[in-house]
């Protein structure tokens, strides 16, 4: 079992900046890849983007790419969500997610491929 707690998330104006956590605990960390979904009002889940076991390579959707990273810190077992020049649209409840460490996708997108899932924290961005 692996257990995801993020942390991070409130109110911030257009434009500025959130950072998210997503400490993790229990089985394997490092050799996960971990992705960050949301899910806004009325929407369903969305894929945000995902890191790679070794850290070294990164995949984003199209609407946040060059505005968010996600790095992790392995012995830390904590992956971030850097977010910048945030805009209302990305209001949302985001969540971390474990893949599997055997999946077939270099960058998993989809909801399907990930094992296990944080609670979400809110990310709200006034106008």
């Known amino acids: 079992q692996v257990t995801l707690v993020e942390s991070g998330g409130g109110l911030v104006q257009a434009g500025g900046s959130l950072r998210l956590s997503c400490a993790t605990s229990g089985r394997t960390f490092t050799n996960r890849p971990m992705g960050w979904f949301r899910q806004g009002p009325g929407k369903e889940r969305e894929f945000v983007g995902v890191?790679?076991?070794?850290?070294?390579?990164?995949y984003y959707a199209d609407t946040v790419k060059g505005r968010f990273a996600i790095s992790r810190d392995n012995a830390l077992n904590t992956v971030y969500l850097q977010m910048n020049n945030l805009k209302p649209e990305d209001t949302a409840v985001y969540y971390c997610?474990?893949?599997?460490?055997?999946?077939?996708?270099?960058?998993?997108?989809?909801?399907?491929?990930?094992?296990?899932w944080g609670q979400g924290t809110q990310v709200t961005v006034s106008s």
């Open positions: 997610a474990a893949g599997s460490p055997s999946g077939s996708s270099y960058y998993p997108t989809a909801s399907s491929e990930y094992n296990f």
């Open positions: 890191i790679r076991w070794r850290g070294s390579g990164t």
